[in-house]
């Protein structure tokens, strides 16, 4: 066991937190979060040359023969600064996806900076349930019909692709019978309606109606895409959680320079000792999540999926709820200013909420832990 | 001891029950079950209807046109209003300025000032905090300098509410910056249409703008809009944060979301069931209730005390401290029921009259900026740690 990173991890780590801090001001990401697009082309592109978008994949899939915790390095950096630019969806879910399905093709495409993707799973009735899949996937002409409704596809208005799990057999909830099709941009018969969301980013409703496709376009084998659209919701877990790590260790900087500048009585708020300690409870849970996600980083490459998500379980379930805490004191000390627009902290607090929802919240991944068995020891 | 209402107190419950249901305009009803944006028409026109039938001021003594009621029936009747669905009073002229005016007014600014905020007539706000002045409210430095029969007014208050409906503003300011911090303060009306004054939004991370900054540029303020004696402006502000704290748990409105969050838990489907039926969430349901019950029972042996002659104290730091709790509970528990559509972004949709379709259930729209909205019941009033300091102070002697 261990912890620590390799030097080419280190130099990663370096160069994303670089960039935050460097190129990602918070003025400036303001701005793009009002543009039309949500996030920066430019930036995309210097991510690619900057090898961040190769970094998770291994190297006969073009990628630098990193994984997950590439993924969760760049992620946590990426948490700290807010970033908006679609690395989650893209790389993560999408590129995950498309290296478990042997597209080298698209890959390439990806780890260029060509390409964008978005991943459709969330179904409106699901709630967090990945094997509940309403939308069908009807055989026609030696390809396939698609209908259905998918909500809340993040990235979608940009994705060159869009990944959708259908049924070609099955129950409404069986896991076997789902079937992952790429879905192009501009397809007949797709319909986006994209909409910004309450912590900032792009996503979109996805009404799909008899929309065409050929055999192709299936990602992996027909029937069988629920393994490897839990495995990518896995991973995608593993990243957000390291995201949040990354925005928790933010809080917990800002909110200790908040209370030690604003003063009250005629002195800092740091000197209210109710205050430290409460400041102090945040930085020992913030230190927990960081632990708690690179754990699941590390495990979620296991062989075995119910190893695999014990440990993202454990990680989800642990952050949800800890995020909570952090982001409720974090606003909670700073007083008013805290509920404002304007101030920074509450861009972090929105986010950090919203990963508790995202793949699952606590009491979702609580349960999926214990219902797994809850810790095992391995030796 | 006894938990049930008396035959009086139970016809006068079904009395109020029956007056709003029959009087409450329904577009106003829907808006408030929806979480939905009120105008400021909305809330007026709702005051107005309860000012009609007399009950507008359940808090004012009988002489300026209050009801005359009980503890316990002012009680029910809150409880009542919150739990029916109807907007809140707006607290600022009716609940925190026409007491102190009661208290410390001169008899002009009685006649002047009580019909109007009665009627709902002229609309009020709170200029207390300032940028450098929030749980140190004594630290405020808005100037108020004296010249024969005004004063000048320089400075700056922060994060008024509603201050872009109000008519008139009432502010603590520094008259006499050499004497100590708490004993050069005043208390002054000021009309927000003086020239002067000006007002800024301050949007808040849900998105809204309920909170602003108010300048006052040399506006001159007649000396008879001083309330009280001059420099003793922290007695009569003291005066008025009780009455401000009280009126904080609405019990009414906590049950009244708590009824939505179940009807939404209904609504929300996990598990080849609905939310409600799922174990863990019905848990926590359960655990919400349990707080709500406690603050009720809680409240209610304060009532008694009132009822029999005992002014509230210290207790009202405890209402609000967990009122304010439940309150952040409640809505914390609509995001997460909400599941994945507590992330679209919709602003439009909390307007009413936007008729395009929903993004997701119909109700999804305002439940994560609810959340977030509802981080300031922690902060505002005086802060959650101010009223622990409070009471670590007056009941337990620290
Ligand atoms: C939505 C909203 C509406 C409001 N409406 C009005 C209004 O209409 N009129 C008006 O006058 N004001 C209004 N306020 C202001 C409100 O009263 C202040 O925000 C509040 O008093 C806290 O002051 P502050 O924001 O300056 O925070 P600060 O005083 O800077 O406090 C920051 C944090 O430090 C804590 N803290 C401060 N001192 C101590 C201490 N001694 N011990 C322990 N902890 C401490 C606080 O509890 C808080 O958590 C409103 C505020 C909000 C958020």
Redesign the interface.
């Given at each position: 066991m261990n912890f620590a990173f390799t030097d080419e991890q280190k130099l990663l780590a370096d160069s994303v937190a670089r960039f935050v801090s460097k190129d990602y001001p918070f003025e400036a990401r303001r701005k793009l979060m009002a543009s039309e697009e949500g996030w920066s082309r430019a930036h995309w592109k210097s991510f690619a040359e900057l090898g961040w978008l190769a970094a998770p994949f291994a190297e006969d899939h073009g990628g630098l023969g990193g994984g997950p915790v590439e993924a969760a390095i760049v992620m946590e950096a990426f948490g700290k600064g807010l970033v908006l630019e679609p690395y989650l969806p893209t790389v993560v879910l999408g590129g995950g996806l498309l290296a478990a399905g042997g597209r080298r093709d698209l890959l390439k495409a990806l780890v260029e900076g060509a390409l964008q993707l978005s991943l459709a799973w969330v179904e409106p009735k699901a709630r967090f349930d990945l094997a509940h899949v309403e939308t069908r996937a009807l055989r026609k002409d030696g390809g396939f019909a698609l209908s259905g409704q998918k909500g809340v596809a993040f990235n979608g208005a940009a994705a060159d692709w869009i990944i959708v799990p259908a049924r070609t057999a099955g129950g409404i909830k069986d896991k076997q019978g789902i079937t992952l099709f790429l879905v192009p941009k501009g397809a007949p018969g797709l319909t986006l309606r994209p909409y910004r969301t309450v912590d900032g980013v792009r996503a979109a409703e996805v009404a799909l109606e008899g929309v065409t496709l050929k055999a192709e376009h299936v990602l992996g084998e027909v029937d069988w895409g629920h393994p490897l659209l839990e495995a990518a919701i896995d991973r995608g877990i593993a990243a957000v959680s390291a995201e949040a790590a990354g925005i928790m260790g933010h809080i917990v900087a800002t909110t200790r320079d908040y209370l030690k500048t604003r003063k009250q009585f005629g002195v800092p708020l740091a000197s209210f000792q109710v205050l430290q300690h409460r400041a102090v409870d945040v930085y020992v849970l913030s230190e927990q999540a960081t632990a708690m996600a690179y754990r699941a980083a590390v495990l979620v490459a296991a062989r075995e999926p119910a190893d695999r998500a014990r440990a993202v379980s454990a990680a989800k379930a642990w952050i949800g709820k800890a995020g909570r805490q952090v982001g409720q004191e974090a606003i909670q000390m700073h007083g008013g200013m805290g509920m404002t627009e304007e101030m920074p902290v509450s861009h972090y607090f929105k986010r950090l909420t919203m990963i508790d929802t995202l793949f699952g919240d606590h009491r979702f991944h609580r349960r999926r832990f214990a219902a797994l068995g809850g810790h095992v020891e391995k030796d | 001891m006894n938990l049930d209402l008396s035959p009086e107190l139970r016809a006068f419950r079904d009395e109020v029950r029956a007056f709003i249901k029959a009087e409450l305009p329904a577009d106003i009803r829907d808006k408030v079950r929806k979480g939905l944006q009120l105008e400021r028409d909305d809330y007026v026109r709702w005051q107005k209807i309860l000012y009609k039938k007399g009950w507008i001021a359940p808090n004012w003594p009988k002489e300026y046109g209050g009801p005359g009621w009980t503890p316990m029936q002012r009680y029910i009747f809150d409880e009542e209003v919150g739990k029916s669905g109807a907007p809140r009073v707006i607290p600022f002229g009716l609940v925190m300025v026409a007491p102190v005016i009661m208290k410390f007014g001169t008899e002009a600014q009685k006649r002047e000032h009580l019909p109007k905020i009665l009627s709902s007539e002229v609309w009020w706000c709170q200029g207390y905090?300032e940028p450098?002045a929030?749980?140190?409210l004594a630290?405020l430095k808005t100037r108020a300098l004296r010249e024969g029969d005004h004063y000048t007014v320089n400075g700056q208050k922060?994060?008024t509410t509603l201050a872009q409906y109000a008519d008139w503003i009432f502010c603590l300011v520094r008259t006499d910056p050499a004497a100590k911090k708490q004993e050069g303060i005043s208390f002054l009306l000021i009309d927000m249409k003086s020239p002067g004054v000006t007002v800024k939004p301050?949007?808040?991370?849900d998105?809204g703008a309920e909170?602003n900054e108010v300048f006052f540029d040399n506006v001159k303020v007649p000396v008879t809009n001083l309330v009280g004696p001059e420099n003793q402006g922290w007695t009569v502000a003291k005066y008025l944060l009780g009455h401000e704290r009280t009126n904080i748990a609405d019990i009414g409105r906590a049950k009244h979301q708590l009824a939505r969050v179940k009807e939404i838990a209904a609504a929300?489907?996990?598990?080849?069931g609905s939310?409600l039926e799922d174990e863990?969430?019905r848990d926590?349901i359960a655990e919400v209730e349990l707080d709500l019950i406690a603050l009720e029972a809680t409240l209610l042996r304060i009532v008694a005390a009132e009822t029999g002659g005992r002014a509230p104290g210290a207790e009202a730091s405890l209402i609000k401290i967990k009122g304010s709790e439940l309150q952040?509970q409640l809505t914390?528990l609509l995001?997460?029921a909400v599941?994945?559509?507590?992330?679209?972004?919709?602003r439009d949709a909390m307007e009413h009259g936007w008729n395009e379709p929903p993004?997701?259930p119909d109700y999804a729209a305002p439940l994560?900026?609810a959340?977030?909205?509802t981080?300031?019941t922690?902060?505002?009033g005086g802060?959650?740690?101010v009223q622990?300091g409070i009471l670590a102070k007056f009941v337990m002697g620290f």
């Open positions: - | 905090s450098g929030g749980s140190d630290g922060t994060w301050i949007v808040t991370m998105g909170v929300e489907r996990a598990d080849g939310l863990d969430f926590r952040q914390e995001i997460e599941g994945y559509y507590g992330f679209p972004y919709n993004i997701g994560a900026p959340y977030f909205n981080r300031k922690t902060i505002y802060s959650n740690e622990r």
